[in-house]
């Protein structure tokens, strides 16, 4: 298998298109087909280009599910487990979204397998994916890691890209901060593929995953971070919003 995935875009169009550039150059380099691109939720919320997120995701994402963004945005979920920043973005986005837009993230499913390679994609968590639990700690992972028999889940929500293995004997490893990791058929995996549009790890650049039969590999792409901000201003969208693009946070 050979995919590319994006997850939490939120708005950040100048982020998608160097992440979209970035998939595409990778092919050309390599002289093969392009990464089929997995996304993983969230993509409106924050940033100031909701609908041509919307439109870039449903051209070239072969498969996605719906975030809780997207849902708040739809009136599927409660705002008001959002704080107050994140809910004056919905409601500036709710104002902003065409009826296509709105479609197509109606479109989406809230969780999607993909049978042939054996994996799970969700956008919080495998248990109880339409309450958007966060899914960070060993603990999590346990439960996680029975509410899903594919080789690998694939989820995005928190921003902080990881890779969790789960060894045949049940014990669990956490890899953090680490660009690559092998992967292992006797073992199962839960992969967050961070955010493209709104990094929380500390480095501001784009990120999203190479997902192979192998590895399992981030990558951070640096985009025109200004540009998002300046729209954001723009828009009227929360100065803290628009602040932590900068650091990452
Ligand atoms: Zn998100």
């Known amino acids: 298998m050979n995919y590319a995935v994006i997850s939490d875009v939120h708005g ?27 996304f993983l ?44 920043n994140a809910r004056a973005a919905i409601r500036w986005t709710d104002e902003t979204l065409t009826p296509e837009s709105r479609a197509a993230l109606e479109a989406l499913p809230l969780v999607k397998r993909l049978e042939k390679d054996s994996l799970f994609l969700v956008h919080g968590s495998p248990y109880e994916p339409e309450e ?32 969790m293995e789960r060894m045949p004997t049940g014990e669990i490893t956490a890899s953090k901060g680490q660009k ?20 929380r790890d500390g480095d501001p650049r784009a990120c999203y ?9 981030f990558v951070r792409v640096p985009y025109d971070i200004r540009k998002t ?11 803290p919003l628009i602040e932590r693009l900068s650091r990452g946070l």
């Open 209 to 217: 995953l190479l997902l192979s039969d192998e590895e399992a590999r």
């Open 132 to 163: 958007w639990h966060y899914l960070l700690y060993f603990s999590e992972a346990q439960v996680n890691f029975e509410h899903f028999k594919e080789w690998i889940c694939l989820i995005g929500h928190s921003h902080l890209p990881f890779v």
């Open 180 to 199: 690559a990791a092998a992967l292992d058929r006797s073992c199962r995996y839960i992969i967050n593929a961070g955010s493209v549009g709104q990094p």
């Open 41 to 84: 939720g969230d993509a409106v919320g924050y940033g100031p280009d909701p609908n041509a997120c919307v439109a870039a995701i449903r051209k070239h994402a072969f498969q996605g599910v719906a975030g809780n963004h997207d849902w708040a945005v739809l009136g599927l979920t409660d705002v008001t487990f959002f704080n107050p």
């Open 12 to 38: 950040n169009l100048e982020a998608l298109d160097a992440v979209l550039a970035d998939i595409s150059a990778r092919a050309g380099q390599s002289g093969g087909r392009r990464a089929k691109i997995l």
């Open 229 to 239: 901000q300046e729209k954001m201003g723009a828009a009227g969208l929360p100065l």
